[in-house]
């Protein structure tokens, strides 16, 4: 099965240039049951890499434009009358699909916003007291441009909390750059990018990726960590139980990516940034990552007490 991740990661290189660590991360949100924010600036290939992955694992792709009059149901859909049967016609959402895009999702409103924070928890949506369930596996992919804050809304602690991941795919390097024109020559369009896993096996991996050894020692570490953001001076937020566990999930699949089925204090320290930052509050203006970063230098792998 681990051969199926080899050419995952091959096929979104195919559109994605240069950007091998990002694709990494977001196959081990998308494995680890999670989900991924993309922060960047317009024109880096944020919607590309989702349209890539759900060509990949082929599964129902629904993307949502995120404007401030955008409503919850638009989102999860909602309960129509229908004059023929005289009965209420559940009408489903984007929500419900396998690999959800949320565009520039701080221009919508908080209320819309919140739509989302009972199904990337619980793969699920209550409209009227009936529960439904979304297809499985059930990814979200937002988006975000962090440099424009002109009639947008910053998303709460308890939606970032919702995400796995964040992270940034940055500007390409010139050589990459320039073989990004050179491919602009002969394009791969997406629609041309053929499925190489399906959505069962995504979910076998899914499975199987909660087999991998988490040592004790490790575990330690872990909660080493998410102490020390909780008692740290730069933070007025640390680290929530949710980011403790997601941050062992992630570790267990980026381990199993790399044919392991251990996980070694590499994969933390390669993962942890991008797990952890977005979920605390730095006191200041501090910068988040730095601080992690800085958490990661002082803490040892082992207790020495």
């Given at each position: 099965?681990?051969?199926?991740?080899?050419?995952?990661?091959?096929?979104?290189?195919?559109?994605?240039?240069?950007?091998?660590?990002?694709?990494?991360?977001?196959?081990?949100?998308?494995?680890?049951?999670?989900?991924?924010?993309?922060?960047?600036?317009p024109?880096?290939?944020?919607?590309?890499?989702?349209?890539?992955?759900?060509?990949?694992?082929?599964?129902k792709?629904?993307?949502?434009?995120?404007?401030?009059?955008?409503?919850?149901?638009?989102?999860?859909?909602?309960?129509?009358?229908?004059?023929?049967?005289?009965?209420?016609?559940?009408?489903?959402?984007?929500?419900?699909?396998?690999?959800?895009?949320?565009?520039?999702?701080n221009?919508?409103?908080?209320?819309?916003?919140?739509?989302?924070?009972?199904?990337?928890?619980?793969?699920?949506?209550?409209?009227d007291?009936?529960a439904?369930?979304?297809?499985?596996?059930?990814?979200?992919?937002?988006?975000?441009?962090?440099?424009e804050?002109?009639?947008?809304?910053?998303?709460?602690?308890?939606?970032?909390?919702?995400?796995?991941?964040?992270?940034?795919?940055?500007?390409?390097?010139?050589?990459?750059?320039?073989?990004?024109?050179?491919?602009?020559?002969?394009?791969?369009?997406?629609?041309?990018?053929?499925?190489?896993i399906?959505?069962?096996?995504?979910?076998?991996?899914?499975?199987?990726?909660?087999?991998?050894?988490?040592?004790?020692?490790?575990?330690?570490y872990?909660?080493?960590?998410?102490?020390?953001?909780?008692?740290?001076?730069?933070?007025?937020?640390?680290?929530?139980?949710?980011?403790?566990?997601?941050?062992?999930?992630?570790?267990?699949?980026?381990?199993?990516?790399?044919?392991?089925?251990?996980?070694?204090?590499?994969?933390?320290?390669?993962?942890?940034?991008g797990?952890?930052?977005?979920?605390?509050?730095?006191?200041?203006?501090?910068?988040?990552?730095?601080?992690?970063?800085?958490?990661?230098?002082?803490?040892?792998?082992?207790?020495?007490?």
């Amino acid at each position: 099965m681990r051969d199926k991740i080899t050419i995952l990661k091959e096929n979104l290189a195919r559109t994605i240039v240069g950007k091998d660590d990002a694709i990494k991360q977001v196959i081990v949100a998308l494995l680890s049951g999670g989900h991924a924010l993309l922060e960047d600036v317009p024109g880096v290939g944020k919607t590309l890499l989702a349209k890539s992955l759900a060509r990949s694992i082929n599964g129902k792709f629904q993307r949502i434009q995120c404007t401030p009059d955008l409503l919850p149901s638009d989102v999860t859909g909602t309960n129509i009358w229908n004059p023929n049967t005289r009965e209420f016609e559940f009408l489903a959402g984007p929500a419900f699909a396998n690999i959800l895009l949320a565009d520039e999702i701080n221009r919508a409103t908080p209320r819309t916003q919140s739509s989302l924070l009972e199904v990337m928890e619980e793969k699920q949506i209550t409209i009227d007291g009936v529960a439904r369930f979304v297809p499985s596996p059930f990814f979200v992919i937002a988006t975000q441009n962090p440099v424009e804050y002109q009639g947008t809304f910053p998303l709460p602690e308890a939606q970032m909390d919702r995400f796995t991941i964040s992270l940034t795919l940055g500007y390409p390097s010139p050589d990459e750059e320039l073989q990004m024109l050179e491919r602009q020559l002969n394009p791969t369009p997406v629609e041309e990018i053929e499925p190489c896993i399906t959505l069962e096996q995504v979910k076998a991996l899914q499975a199987e990726i909660l087999k991998v050894k988490v040592d004790k020692k490790i575990q330690q570490y872990i909660v080493r960590l998410v102490n020390a953001s909780r008692n740290s001076e730069d933070l007025s937020l640390g680290v929530s139980p949710r980011g403790t566990i997601a941050l062992q999930k992630a570790s267990q699949a980026l381990a199993f990516i790399e044919e392991r089925d251990y996980v070694i204090p590499d994969d933390l320290k390669f993962l942890a940034s991008g797990i952890l930052s977005h979920r605390v509050i730095p006191a200041g203006g501090r910068n988040a990552k730095l601080i992690i970063d800085r958490l990661l230098d002082t803490i040892a792998v082992e207790d020495e007490q």
